[in-house]
């Protein structure tokens, strides 16, 4: 994985060979990469503004984890500072009834980014081979059938000009406790504590097999997955921001030309 935390598709992947606690692919100490993040904040800025001018381009940046893992986290340390004009955020929930009489890719497709734009999607399609798998509530002869799906599915957006950034936030059982616990005794916490939190821990082993599986079968050549270990929420945010900075540094970003020759026009007094 080295320090691009990318999986590669063709490999055989194995949640438990990386570490949620590992800041090893960060030189440097906590103080260090606080730094270096004001640095990639305003950098992630400046690369928006050209994506929206540049106009070839749009972004997905799909987040998942386990309740608690840092998805809003993410949202909110990453990309404070970004004009809001130019990126969106979709929050993806237990399906209404009227997308549940759809499939289950209908209602991602509606929130997929226009181009010069950005979308978060905080929880994603991947719920539908996860939370949907953990509980049954569509047979395995459904659920399975969605990697293939979901990989058809991405291949047509990259080729239609949208990048795909995935991000599994990668916390252990025991951080997961941590963070529950203060939920509870922190009063400005309190409204993010739900009994369903407690319920879905139940069942940690089953969605640890659900992350690998997924993983292993939708990390794609045009849309790969990066686990990022997400215990040290420093780390988190550094490595999130990294990547995405990279990744839009690579589009070869440009301001197109302005309609008019400007050494031709003079704005009258
Ligand atoms: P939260 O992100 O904490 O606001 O919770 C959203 C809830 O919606 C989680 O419990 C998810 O498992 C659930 N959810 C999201 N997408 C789906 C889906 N496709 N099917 C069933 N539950 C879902
Ligand atoms: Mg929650």
Same mark, same amino acid.
């Given at each position: 994985m080295g320090d691009s935390f990318e999986i590669r598709p063709g490999d055989k992947f194995r949640? %438990? /060979?990386?570490?949620? $606690?590992? $800041?090893?692919?960060?030189?440097?100490?906590k103080e260090d990469a606080e730094k270096e993040m004001e640095g990639l904040r305003s950098e992630l800025d400046r690369l928006q503004e050209l994506l929206y001018a540049d106009h070839r381009h749009a972004v997905l940046v799909v987040l998942q984890g386990m309740d608690s893992a840092g998805k809003d986290g993410v949202i909110r340390h990453v990309f404070e500072g970004v004009n809001p004009q130019g990126v969106q955020v979709a929050p993806f929930k237990v399906p209404t009834p009227a997308e549940q009489d759809h499939d289950f890719l209908w209602r991602i497709h509606a929130q997929t980014p226009a181009k010069g734009h950005m979308t978060i999607f905080?929880? =994603? /399609?991947?719920e539908d081979v996860l939370t949907v798998r953990v509980h049954k509530l569509v047979d395995q002869g459904i659920w399975e059938k969605r990697y293939h799906a979901i990989n058809e599915f991405e291949r047509n957006l990259t080729r239609e000009g949208t990048t795909i950034l995935k991000f599994f936030l990668h916390i252990d059982r025991d951080e997961q406790r941590k963070r529950l616990e203060a939920r509870l005794q922190d009063p400005t916490k309190n409204?993010?504590? %739900? =009994?369903a939190d407690l319920h879905e821990r139940q069942f940690w082993d089953d969605y640890q097999k659900a992350y690998e599986d997924m993983i292993q079968q939708t990390t794609t050549e045009w849309a790969p997955w990066h686990v990022i270990p997400s215990d040290h929420k420093w780390f988190r945010n550094w490595a999130v921001s990294r990547t995405i900075v990279k990744t839009l540094t690579g589009l070869s970003l440009a301001y197109p030309k302005g309609e008019v020759d400007v050494s031709k026009v003079r704005i009258p007094p």
């Open positions: 949640l %438990s /060979h990386v570490g949620p $606690t590992d $800041t090893s692919a960060f030189k440097g100490k905080n929880r =994603s /399609h991947y409204w993010k504590f %739900s =009994s």
